[in-house]
């Protein structure tokens, strides 16, 4: 699993598709070393002592669905 990315880690691209520091947005991820594209939504929940929380969502996706590697998987999570 990454923690961070960086120009020298053979990744295809990042970069945020959608992006309202007041709102969330959406980042793209594709690792292609790891076969995975990933999804992540973030989302501003109003409410609360301190102008509310941040909810993300996060899916992973084989970039090559055929292509057979030890992280060749498929995972979704919501967290809350």
Same mark, same amino acid.
């Given at each position: ?8 880690? =053979?990744? +295809?691209? $990042?970069?945020?598709?959608? $992006?309202? #520091?007041? +709102?969330? =947005? ?7 070393? /790891? ?5 992540? +939504?973030?989302?501003?929940? #109003? ?7 941040? *909810?993300?969502?996060?899916? =992973? ?5 055929? *292509?057979? /590697?030890?992280? /060749?998987? *498929? $995972?979704? *999570?919501?967290?809350?």
């Amino acid at each position: 699993m990454r923690h961070a990315c960086d120009q020298g880690d =053979g990744l +295809e691209g $990042y970069s945020w598709a959608e $992006y309202d #520091p007041r +709102e969330g =947005g959406v980042q793209v991820i594709k690792d292609t070393p /790891n076969n995975v594209k990933l999804t992540t +939504e973030f989302l501003k929940v #109003p409410g609360g002592d301190f102008g509310g929380s941040w *909810a993300a969502s996060i899916k =992973g996706e084989p970039i090559n669905p055929g *292509a057979r /590697n030890a992280s /060749n998987c *498929a $995972y979704s *999570a919501d967290v809350h």
